[in-house]
């Protein structure tokens, strides 16, 4: 079974940032897929970041419109890792952020974090 664990949430002012952490564990195979998505209350789920086509090309990242320029999604293979650095924080970023795995080639399995709370005061 596989874990993700969260971690680099707390609370930050406009303009700051914050760096977070997800690690992979347990029976993890064929990463192809590694991100982070965002809720606020009484919303959906939405994109934040994203590395996808891990297996076929090395992954290709992709960003949500409102988070361009400012958010960068990495990851480090060795540790079944992915981070999200977030810069210049703003209010609207403030939510639950959740790390996101697609593992496995035949019949891929998704995987979700527990989530962890960014606020951002103004």
């Known amino acids: 079974q596989v874990q993700l664990v969260e971690s680099g949430g707390g609370l930050v002012q406009t303009g700051g940032s914050l760096r977070l952490s997800c690690a992979a564990s347990?029976?993890?195979?064929?990463?192809?897929?590694m991100g982070w998505y965002r809720q606020t209350p009484g919303k959906q789920r939405e994109l934040v970041a994203t590395?996808?086509?891990?297996?076929?090309?090395?992954?290709?990242?992709n960003y949500a419109d409102s988070v361009k320029g400012r958010f960068t999604i990495s990851r480090d293979s060795s540790k079944n890792t992915v981070y999200l650095q977030m810069n210049s924080l703003r209010p609207e970023d403030a939510a639950v952020y959740y790390c996101?795995?697609?593992?496995?080639?035949?019949?891929?399995?998704?995987?979700w974090g527990q989530g962890t709370l960014v606020t951002v005061s103004s």
């Open positions: 996101y795995l697609r593992h496995g080639v035949l019949a891929p399995l998704e995987v």
């Open positions: 347990g029976s993890v195979f064929s990463i192809n897929a």
């Open positions: 590395i996808t086509n891990i297996i076929t090309n090395g992954g290709s990242t």
